[in-house]
C-alpha cells in the first residue's frame, strides 16, 4: 500500500536544481522545475552515482559519472549508456511540506 512520506519543507527544493533527501529508507532526488517538484531514485541505474550529484537542465538531469539524462517527470532514459528508466515517485505537498509516496 502507498505510503505518504514527509520529505522536506517545499522552499527547501531549490529551483531548477535537485537535492537528495532521505524519505523512509529510500535516498531520492527532489526536482524544482517550473515551479513543480518531481521526485526520483537519487541512484542512477547505470552505476554508482547520486543524480543530486548531476546537473538539472529543463526537466533532464544528466548524471555525474557518464552523462546519461533521465526525464525527471517520467524517470525515462534519453540517451545512452543508459538502458533502464529510473523510478519515479509520485509527490503531494500539503502545508508548505513535500511528501513523497513509496
Ligand atoms: Fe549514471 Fe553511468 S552511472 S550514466
Redesign the pocket.
Known sequence: STQWIKAIARADVPEDDVIAVQAGDREIALYGVEGEVYATDNL?T??N?RLCDGFLTGHEIE?P????RFDVRDGRALCS??RENVMTYPVRIEDGIVFVAL
Open positions: 542512477c547505470h552505476g552515482a548524471c559519472l557518464h552523462q546519461g549508456p543508459l
